[in-house]
């Protein structure tokens, strides 16, 4: 007996930069969005994230990632910062996660888009179509959004090959998702940020 639990100590003590670490979530410090990416990077399944934020800066959390459980790590992660951080799970296992640092609602989500189908090789471009349909652009002209520039990454080796994507009537985030889930798991972010009276959002795909 003594020695079946000395052997056993020793093999973890062998193991103890692989497995036996393995097996303790590591606790990091980022912007909460990037947390949540980490998370939603767990679930395989096209997701999405919202950010509002007023005139200060995504918040810094705490947080631990654990493998293979993006509902765990969001709980994790909601845990650091919980007046922050909400989120539901879609059809096909897909994740809307909202980040609210604003005082007041968002007024993206009442943008709506008409039933359509883009032809695109790229997440990006077929983002660029459908935000510069008539019915939507006049919308963003009526709620006052100036549109930023995305943040350029890397193309995914499911881009690149041209495709059809069938947009549903319905609110932009819902577009976006069937978007993501034509290039496979991919995960975008909206942000929306308000302050000084300038509406501003952007579009990133952060997960390809």
């Not at 097996?23 to 998370?39: C, F, H, Y």
């Not at 995504?58 to 922050?84: C, F, W």
Request: hydrophobic share 35%; charged share 20%; glycine share 6%.
């Amino acid at each position: 007996m003594r020695k079946t639990k000395v052997s056993q100590f020793l093999g973890c003590g062998l193991l103890l930069s692989t497995s036996c670490l393995a097996q303790e979530p590591k606790t990091r410090s980022a912007p909460i969005d990037t947390a949540v990416m980490e998370a939603l990077q767990q679930s395989g399944s096209a997701a999405g994230i919202e950010v509002n934020l007023g005139c200060g800066d995504v918040p810094q959390v705490r947080y631990q990632i654990t493998t293979g459980d993006p509902e765990m790590s969001l709980q994790n992660i909601h845990r650091a910062d919980k007046m922050t951080l909400s989120w539901s799970k879609k059809p096909r296992s897909a994740y809307r996660v909202l980040i609210d640092e604003k005082p007041f609602s968002s007024q993206l989500p009442s943008i709506t888009v008409p039933e359509r189908v883009i032809e695109a090789a790229s997440l990006n471009y077929a983002v660029d179509v459908l935000l510069h349909d008539p019915l939507v652009r006049s919308q963003l002209t009526k709620y006052h959004f100036e549109e930023l520039p995305t943040q350029l990454g890397f193309t995914s080796i499911l881009e690149g090959k041209n495709r059809s994507i069938t947009i549903p009537a319905g609110p932009l985030d819902d577009a976006l998702d069937a978007i993501a889930q034509s290039f496979g798991p991919a995960v975008w972010e909206i942000t929306e940020r308000t302050c000084g009276g300038r509406k501003t959002f952007r579009v990133d795909w952060v997960v390809r």
